[in-house]
């Protein structure tokens, strides 16, 4: 390929590439470093060199559960702090983003990197679903209504303070 069709790859599109391929490569592993996916785009060298976009596009651009700064595709998600996996469907995702790019186009996929696009719906539609943890606070959530679901909130806390000095 030469260096003029290289450089039309979009940067979001070379993040996707990249990480499917560490998908793909390591089944076994759920989510992969900010630096991991780096070296690799670097290793790839998809465009001819390391562009200067390809860091904030993994930290920032292309990561569905972050707020839209100003890239708002949908194509990794955050699962911890300084890690990254590709977008599912179901993943849950900032509403800014609603509607973005999960995936390159298939005209944009060539040279070898085209069945990506088909090795990602079967990984997505896998038994082996890996989805984030829900957040433990937020799933408290009315746990406590049940405490004075009979009784005002006010009647609740006089009859705890019954006999307290």
């Known amino acids: 390929m030469s260096t003029v069709a290289k450089v039309r790859l979009k940067v979001a599109d070379e993040v996707w590439i990249v990480t499917a391929l560490l998908h793909r490569e390591h089944p076994e592993r759920t989510d992969f470093s900010l630096e991991e996916i780096q070296a690799r785009v670097d290793k790839e060298?998809?465009?001819?060199?390391?562009?200067?976009?390809?860091?904030v596009h993994i930290v920032q651009h292309c990561v569905a559960n972050r707020p839209p700064?100003?890239?708002?595709?949908?194509?990794?998600?955050?699962?911890?702090?300084?890690?990254?996996?590709?977008?599912?469907?179901?993943?849950?995702?900032?509403?800014?983003?609603?509607?973005?790019?999960?995936?390159?186009?298939?005209?944009?996929?060539?040279?070898?990197?085209?069945?990506?696009?088909?090795?990602?719906?079967?990984?997505?539609?896998?038994?082996?679903?890996?989805?984030?943890?829900?957040?433990?606070?937020l799933s408290l959530a009315?746990?406590?209504?049940?405490?004075?679901?009979?009784?005002?909130?006010?009647?609740y806390v006089r009859r705890l303070r019954e006999g307290w000095q």
């Open 142 to 155: 009315g746990s406590g209504r049940r405490l004075w679901s009979d009784e005002r909130a006010d009647d």
């Open 45 to 55: 060298h998809l465009t001819g060199s390391l562009r200067p976009g390809v860091y």
């Open 69 to 137: 700064n100003p890239g708002r595709y949908r194509m990794l998600v955050e699962t911890g702090p300084g890690r990254r996996r590709l977008f599912r469907t179901g993943d849950p995702y900032h509403p800014s983003r609603e509607g973005a790019k999960v995936t390159p186009r298939a005209e944009d996929l060539r040279n070898g990197y085209d069945n990506l696009l088909v090795w990602y719906r079967e990984w997505c539609n896998g038994k082996s679903r890996l989805t984030i943890p829900a957040d433990p606070l």
